[in-house]
């Protein structure tokens, strides 16, 4: 009974709540975003009433399941399994940090020099990314943002954007300048870790 009381007292202070906000005239935007706050305060507060009190939870209750879905004591697990899997692409830092991940790398690593303003690069960075994803972990994607990273831009002699360069032990591969299709990248992927 006392939860049936609790949800009854939160109805008509939702109402009392909407009372005021026509007496203050409202926006219908700012009007939506209190009612809004208001309801999702009042459902916070019903999933914390105890099963057996509230009657919403109780029908809600399974005939194979003693428990209420709305029951504290139902969770969910914390987390995903972990797997093992290493990240397809990393943003550089600064120039230790490219020196650390890139030129001593004991993986190859494909370069994707890009800024935020080039279309294209928008268009090739997840294609890339797709390309690096398929090897597997044989390969490591690092983009380099050449507004924030001019020195690095210049030293590999970045003149357009996108420009991605092929790397392995500290020395440049290969490279192109532009958009590739798909089967192109994952040929130019392919090549670098060697098969």
Known sequence: M?????VEREKEERQSHTEVIRRKNLSPMAHRLLVRRIWTLSVKDLRCLPASTSSFS????????????????RTLPRSLPHTSRREVSFNVQDHEDFTERVINSELPVLIDFHAQWCGPCKILGPRLEKAVAKQ???VAM????????????????????????AMRGGDVIDQFVGIKDDEALDSFVSKLVGQ
């Open 58 to 73: 109780t029908s809600l209750r399974s005939s194979t399941t003693p428990l209420s879905l709305l029951s504290p004591k």
């Open 136 to 138: 597997k972990g044989k």
């Open 2 to 6: 006392g939860g049936h009381r609790r």
């Open 142 to 165: 690092a983009k380099v943002d050449i507004d924030d990273h001019t020195d690095l831009a210049i030293e590999y002699g970045v003149s357009a954007v996108p420009t991605v360069i």
